[in-house]
C-alpha cells in the first residue's frame, strides 16, 4: 500500500465535535465520569460501531474498538490510543486527538483494503487525567495490573463521588476484567503540549522517555485567630506555611542542574475569611523530573522542609500520597519505526521525552510502547488556547498510520 493518508475532514470534523462535548459558558470540561464524560464515551462509541470495530468496556470503562478478521483474532493486537476525559477549562486535543487519530488509521486500513497479520485496535483510556479522581492515568494503569480495579472503583473524588458509582450511573460499568487485551505493541499519538518541537522547528517528535511524577496532598493544620489582635510571633498561620511551601518548591526547581518542576494546582483554606489566621490549609503538590534519584530528593526536601515549619510555628501536617510513577523508558524498536516513517514523508523529527504524563507510561508495564508528539501552538496545553495546526494533526496521523501497519503487516 503506498504512501497513504488518513480522511483529513473526518478526522479534523471529529476533533471539533468531540471538542464542544462538554462545553458550558465556553469552557470545555469533561472529568472522569461526569455527565459530559459520557456524552463524550457516547459519541466515540458511536464512531466505532460506524467504523464496524467490536467495541468492548471493561470494569474501570476503558472502552476499546477492535478490528478483527477471523483468521488472525487470536493474535496479540496492535493498540492505538489516549483519552477522552479531560482537565477543567480544557483544550481540545489533549488526548482526544490520539483516540480519533487511532480510529482514523483503523478506518483508512480498512478503506485501503489493507489485510493485517494481527486485530488493531484503538482505546479510549478511563480518568487520565486525575483531576477527579487519583491517581491519573488511572484506567490504563488497571489495565497494566498496576492497580487493582477495586482500588480504583473504591477511588473517592475531589467532590466526595466514588468513581464506581459514577461510572454505573453514566453507564460504563463494563464487565470485562481489565487486562483482557495484551497488546503486541501499542503506540500513542499526542500532541506535544511543550515548548520543544515548535521552537525547534520540526514536525514530529518520536518519544523515547517520559519522566517520574509525583503527587501529594498536604494538609497544614494550625490555630484560627484575629487577624487584628495577634502579634506576628503568637501565630500558627497555616495559610502563611502553605506560602512558604510554594516559594521553597519554586527555588528548589529553578535552582536543580537537573530538569524539576514542580507545581501547587489546588489549595484551599480555613476558615477563609479575610479577618482570620488560617487554622488550615490543604494543597497539592506536583513534582517531575526525568531523574528518579533527584525526585526522590525533592520529595525528601519538601518532608524536611515541612517538619522544620511545623516546629516553627507550632502547625501540624499531614501528607497524602496520590501518585508516584517512575520515569519510564520506550520501546527503542518502536521509536525507530517513527523515525523512519517521518523520514519516508520528508518530515523532520527529533527524539525527546515528555513531560506529561500519558497513558503509554502504563501500557509500557506489558507491551512495547512508544509515543509519537506533533507541535503544540506556544508550548501551550491544559488551556483552551491549545492548538496544533490542522498540517500537524494529518503528518502525525500519518505517521501513526505507518507504524501502526509496520506493526502489524
Ligand atoms: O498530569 C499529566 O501529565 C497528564 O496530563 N495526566
Ligand atoms: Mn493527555
Ligand atoms: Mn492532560
Redesign the pocket.
Known amino acids: 500500500m503506498s504512501l497513504a493518508s488518513i480522511d483529513r475532514e473526518r478526522m479534523l470534523g471529529r476533533i471539533r465535535e468531540l471538542g464542544e462535548v462538554g462545553r458550558e459558558d465556553g469552557r470545555l470540561t469533561r472529568l472522569a465520569g461526569s455527565d459530559a464524560d459520557r456524552a463524550g464515551r457516547d459519541l466515540l462509541v458511536s464512531w466505532l460501531e460506524g467504523a464496524g470495530l467490536e467495541v468492548r468496556i471493561d470494569r474501570i470503562g476503558n472502552i476499546f474498538g477492535i478490528w478483527t478478521e477471523e483468521p488472525i483474532a487470536d493474535e496479540a493486537p496492535v493498540l492505538l490510543g489516549s483519552h477522552i476525559d479531560t ?1 477543567i477549562n480544557a483544550g481540545i486535543y ?1 488526548g482526544c486527538y490520539g483516540v480519533i487519530a487511532g480510529l482514523e488509521v483503523i478506518e483508512t486500513l480498512k478503506r485501503n483494503g489493507f489485510a493485517p497479520s494481527r486485530p488493531i485496535a484503538v482505546a479510549a483510556f478511563t480518568n ?3 483531576v477527579r479522581y487519583a491517581p ?2 488511572m484506567g490504563s494503569l488497571v489495565h497494566a495490573g498496576g492497580l487493582s480495579v477495586e482500588a480504583a472503583l473504591a477511588s473517592v473524588g475531589t467532590d466526595g463521588s466514588v468513581l464506581g458509582d459514577e461510572l454505573s450511573r453514566i453507564g460504563y460499568a463494563g464487565d470485562i476484567e481489565p487486562g483482557f487485551l495484551r497488546p503486541k505493541a501499542y503506540v500513542e499519538l499526542h500532541i506535544e ?1 511543550g515548548p520543544v518541537l515548535e521552537r525547534e522547528g520540526l514536525r514530529i517528535g518520536a518519544v523515547e522517555t517520559l519522566q517520574g ?1 509525583s503527587w501529594q496532598r498536604v494538609t497544614i493544620s494550625g490555630v484560627a485567630n484575629h487577624a487584628g489582635t495577634t502579634p506576628m510571633s503568637m501565630r500558627s498561620d497555616a495559610g502563611q506555611a502553605a506560602a512558604e511551601v510554594m516559594v521553597f518548591l519554586r527555588q528548589r526547581a529553578m535552582a536543580s542542574d537537573i530538569p524539576v518542576v514542580a507545581t501547587i494546582g489546588c489549595m484551599a483554606f480555613e476558615p477563609n475569611a479575610i479577618n482570620v489566621i488560617p487554622s488550615l490549609a490543604s494543597f497539592t503538590v ?1 513534582l ?1 523530573s526525568p531523574d528518579e534519584q533527584r525526585l526522590r530528593e525533592e520529595e525528601a526536601a519538601l518532608s524536611t522542609f515541612l517538619d522544620a515549619l511545623a516546629l516553627r510555628d507550632g502547625l501540624g501536617v499531614s501528607v497524602e500520597r496520590l501518585a508516584r510513577f517512575q520515569p519510564v523508558t520506550f520501546d527503542p524498536a518502536i521509536v525507530a519505526l517513527i523515525e523512519q516513517a517521518a523520514g519516508r514523508r520528508g518530515l523532520s523529527s527529533r527524539r525527546m521525552t515528555s ?4 497513558d503509554a507510561q502504563m501500557i509500557a508495564r506489558i507491551a512495547p510502547s512508544a509515543m509519537i508528539f506533533v507541535p503544540s501552538r506556544d508550548g501551550i ?2 488551556n483552551p488556547r491549545e492548538h496544533t495546526d490542522a498540517d500537524d494533526l494529518v503528518a502525525g496521523a500519518d505517521i501513526l498510520l505507518d507504524v501502526v501497519r509496520d506493526l502489524s503487516a
Request: glycine share 18%.
Open positions: 482537565v489533549d487520565e487525567e486525575g491519573d492515568m503540549q511524577i506536583d517531575r513531560g506529561a504524563g500519558h496545553s491544559h
